[in-house]
């Protein structure tokens, strides 16, 4: 097989992956827009209050508390975003854990999405058990550009 066969048998193969998964509901990543602008801008004033005085302004961190930008990311790969809101929900903000609302929780999570450059949508990122479904990824398919240009749901 020469290469362009191969990398057109590769590109089939993906598109079926695709749809496959798309199909069953159980493929959004966080590059696939998972949360909303106004979501981030709220997420990012109760980031304000309950987390930049440890983890920074620019969630750069403060030595003790990690930066929550950059090789944070990589460091949650191949999670789901179910184990990061557990994260920051029982044991976040450090002096008082446990204390902010699932919603509050989902709105930081946006916050934090729309910091490490993930891009946003339409839909809002709901609490919950769908939480699992979005895998944590630090970086997108490469050469799978269907997966990004699935029609809205
Ligand atoms: C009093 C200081 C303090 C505050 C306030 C605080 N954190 Fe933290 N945070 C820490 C420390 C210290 C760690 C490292 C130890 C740990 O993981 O528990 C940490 C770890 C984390 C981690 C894991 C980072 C990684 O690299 O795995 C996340 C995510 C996080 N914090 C998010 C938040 C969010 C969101 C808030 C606001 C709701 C917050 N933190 C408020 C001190 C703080």
New binding site residues.
Partial sequence: MNAQARVKLLLAAAAILASTSAALGQSDSVWDGVYNDAQAERGGA??SQ??A???GRDQEGNG?????VGH?IP??NGTSLAD?FE??QT?????APGT?SAND?AD?LAF?LKANNFPSGAKTLEPGSDLKSISFEAAPHIGVPHMKSRPAK
């Fill in positions: 109760k980031y309950y987390c005085m440890c983890h003790e508390a990690p930066p929550l944070f460091d949650w990061l994260k920051v044991t976040m903000p450090l002096f902010l929780t930081i934090l």
